[in-house]
C-alpha cells in the first residue's frame, strides 16, 4: 500500500526548463511534507519542507505547491541547472508525535546542457 | 554539521550469515532510523527508535532486528541474510523537541550497499 504516490519515475529537462514533480497521499492525518535530493553515492538530504497551512513555500529556484483539498503536492524546479540532477523523494508524516515519515519512491532528474 | 556515519559503505554477504549494520550520530539526536532503498520502490522504514533501548517495527521489519544501546548507536541486524535482503541500507537520526514530539529534519549517513549472494 503506498500512502504517497509519486510521479514521475524518471525526468529529463533542459538546462534553463522548469523541472515539476508530483505527489499525491492519502491518510488526512499527514501535515507535514517535506522534499529530499539525494545525489549519487550520497544519503538524501532535506531540500525543503511546507506545512498544510500555507498553500505555496519558495526557496530560491525551489518551489513547494500545497493542494489540500486535492491531497496533492509538488515540487518545481526553476531555472533548471545540470547541478539539480539528482533524485528527489517527496515524503508526508504527521507533524507531531513518534516520527515515522513515509517516502515516495523517488524521481530522477536529469537536467541537460 | 551533524554526520550520520555508516561502519560500511559496501558489504558482500552469503545468505544464512547473521550480518551487523552499524550506525553512529554525532549530535545526540533522539530519533534513529533504518531504511532500505530500491530502484521503483523508494525508502521503505525497516525499524525506528526514538529513546536508547526502545524500538518500533517500520513498514517492512520482517527478517529484521534492531538494537538501541547507547543513545548514538543504532545497529541493524540480519539474522539470516536472503538474496533479497540485497539492497541500499540508509541509517538516519533527528531531533526531537521534548515532549512536542514535532517532526524535524531527518539527517542521513551514505548508506551501506549490501550485496548477499
Known amino acids: 500500500q503506498q500512502q504517497v504516490k509519486q510521479s514521475p519515475q524518471s525526468l529529463i529537462v533542459q538546462k534553463g526548463g522548469i523541472s515539476i514533480i508530483n505527489c499525491a497521499y492519502e491518510?488526512?492525518?499527514?501535515?507535514?511534507f517535506p522534499w529530499y535530493q539525494q545525489f549519487p553515492g550520497k544519503g538524501p538530504a532535506l531540500l525543503i519542507a511546507?506545512?498544510?497551512?500555507?498553500s505555496e513555500k519558495k526557496e530560491g529556484r525551489f518551489t513547494i505547491s500545497f493542494n489540500k483539498s486535492a491531497k496533492q503536492f509538488s515540487l518545481h524546479i526553476m531555472d533548471s541547472q545540470p547541478g539539480d540532477s539528482a533524485t528527489y523523494f517527496c515524503?508526508?508524516?504527521?507533524?507531531?508525535?513518534?516520527?515515522?515519515?513515509?517516502f515516495g519512491i523517488g524521481t530522477k532528474l536529469q537536467v541537460i546542457p | 554539521d551533524v554526520k550520520v556515519t555508516q561502519s560500511s559503505r559496501y558489504l558482500v554477504k552469503r545468505t544464512g550469515e547473521k550480518v551487523f549494520l552499524e550506525c553512529v550520530q554525532d549530535?545526540?539526536?533522539?530519533?534513529m532510523f533504518w531504511y532500505r532503498q530500491d530502484p521503483g520502490l523508494g525508502l521503505r522504514l525497516i525499524y525506528f527508535s526514538y529513546d536508547v533501548k526502545m524500538k518500533e517495527k517500520g513498514d517492512i521489519p520482517e527478517g529484521y532486528s534492531v538494537s538501541r544501546e547507547k543513545k548514538e548507536r543504532f545497529s541493524l541486524i540480519l539474522e539470516s541474510a536472503s538474496t533479497n535482503q540485497t539492497s541500499m541500507y540508509l541509517c538516519a537520526s533527528s531531533l526531537s523537541h521534548g515532549l512536542e514530539l514535532v517532526v524535524t529534519e531527518a539527517f542521513f549517513g551514505q548508506g551501506t550497499r549490501l550485496t548477499v549472494v
Open positions: 549530535m545526540d539526536h533522539e530519533n
Open positions: 515524503a508526508a508524516s504527521r507533524s507531531w508525535g513518534y516520527q515515522k515519515v513515509t
Open positions: 491518510n488526512t492525518a499527514f501535515d507535514y
Open positions: 511546507i506545512r498544510p497551512d500555507v
